[in-house]
């Protein structure tokens, strides 16, 4: 098995498949993308989770979708090289996930997609693209969720492809809380559990447009009056940061590492994002979230979980900033969401015999 994995929201996706494939004897090859590179974005996971170091680092860093996409394939073939490989798992929505997809199955190899069946319907995202097209080359769809399985029957995709095993995110939440919860985190910011708000912001459609930036630098400043703000920044947000002057009570800070993160995130009174994985964190932690975007591709974040999609339009944000800071949490956990999704991966990874499965050639007509 060759596990891929490229950028941050990756490495807390591949920890929990790596070690379940390896418990049960798989051999299991692990590829880097080099998507993301920078100590914070990247090693410091390795690090936090104990995740062993790649096999192979394609480092091909940044660039414009098409560069990074395109590096990722040619260096990946290259990779693979006369590997005698069986599957290629995937993981999420990333550039380097559907460059690599795209290269397994041209060569013929299985290509199995982790996070399958999500869909924001908003095509303006590069990640949607990335969804839709590694779905359509993955022989195994692992959905998270109970919608994800809906999106992927209504386009047409065979019941034997589509298994719905909940969430590899949550597996590695789970382990590792009572970690995080240990950790001088908090402490060491100067705030308490419940005594301030989290932001995380890098969406394109956010952090590149001024004028998208300025209304939520707006928001944040207002929201920053009743509840001090703490806002890691990502790499691609930096830019904007420098343009625009942010309230004095939000705290800017470098990336945080994933048990930090987790820590930062499990006192939160509140959570500001338009990152998809902390929606599914904050619903797991009960911890109100609202996601600046007029989308998700996790709807069951809002149907059974603590988040609400609030665009970006100031008033609104603050208004439901106001409602959130009034009410509390009690939302079940959703289906599936119980620390044992690499297990049901493996397990069906395992069930047929790779040689004996249809391919997705086989789609009925949508
Ligand atoms: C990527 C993913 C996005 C995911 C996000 C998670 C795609 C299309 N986008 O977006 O789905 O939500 O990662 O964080 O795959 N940079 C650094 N250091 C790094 C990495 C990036 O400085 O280690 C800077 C570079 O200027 C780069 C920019 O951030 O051009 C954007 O990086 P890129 O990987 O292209 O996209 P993200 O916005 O990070
Ligand atoms: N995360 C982190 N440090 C941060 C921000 C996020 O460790 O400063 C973690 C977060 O807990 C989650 C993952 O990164 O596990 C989400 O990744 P990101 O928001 O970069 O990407 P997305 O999920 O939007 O694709």
């Known amino acids: 098995m060759v596990l891929v994995a490229g950028a941050r929201p990756n490495f807390m996706k591949v920890a929990p498949v790596l070690w379940e494939a ?33 096999d192979v680092n394609l480092g091909v860093g940044s660039g ?95 019941d034997d492809q589509i298994h719905l095993v909940g969430n590899v995110m949550v597996d590695t939440l789970l382990a590792n809380l009572d970690r995080a919860r240990e950790r001088s985190t908090l402490r060491d910011l100067g705030v308490a559990a419940g005594g301030y708000g989290l932001v995380t912001l890098h969406r394109p459609s956010n952090v590149d447009d001024p004028a998208v930036f300025a209304g939520i630098a707006e928001a944040l400043g207002a929201v920053a009056s009743q509840l001090p703000l703490i806002f890691p920044i990502h790499p691609r947000t930096r830019p904007m940061l420098e343009q625009f002057a942010l309230d004095d009570s939000i705290t800017l800070i470098d990336p945080a590492g994933y048990l930090d993160f987790i820590a930062l995130q499990d006192g939160a009174r509140l959570v500001l994002t338009d990152s998809g994985g902390v929606q599914e964190e904050t619903t797991m932690l009960g911890v109100p979230c609202l996601t600046l975007r007029e989308n998700t ?70």
Not at 91 to 100: I, K, Y
């Open 64 to 158: 414009t979708q098409s560069e990074q996409t395109a590096g990722v394939m040619v260096a990946f073939e290259q990779a693979l090289g006369a590997r005698d490989v069986d599957v290629v798992v995937v993981v999420g929505d990333v550039n380097s996930t559907v460059a690599c997809s795209l290269v397994a199955a041209k060569l013929g190899i299985r290509v199995a997609h982790v996070e399958a069946g999500l869909r924001s319907r908003d095509w303006d995202m590069p990640e949607e693209i990335n969804r839709v097209v590694t779905d359509r080359l993955s022989d195994f769809l692992f959905a998270p969720s109970a919608d994800g399985v809906a999106n992927l029957r209504a386009e047409g995709y065979r």
């Open 297 to 366: 591709e996790r709807p069951i974040t809002v149907t059974e979980g603590s988040n609400r999609v609030v665009g970006t339009d100031p008033a609104t944000i603050v208004e439901a900033a106001t409602a959130a800071l009034a009410s509390e949490d009690d939302h079940p956990r959703p289906e599936l969401w119980d620390g044992a999704a690499s297990a049901r991966i493996i397990d069906a990874l395992l069930e047929v015999p790779l040689v004996e499965r249809p391919r997705p050639t086989d789609l009925p007509p949508s």
């Open 22 to 54: 390896e418990r049960r004897g798989i051999d299991v090859t692990l590829v880097h993308s080099g998507q993301h590179y920078d100590h914070n974005m990247s090693d410091v996971f390795f690090q936090d989770l104990g995740i062993r170091e790649p």
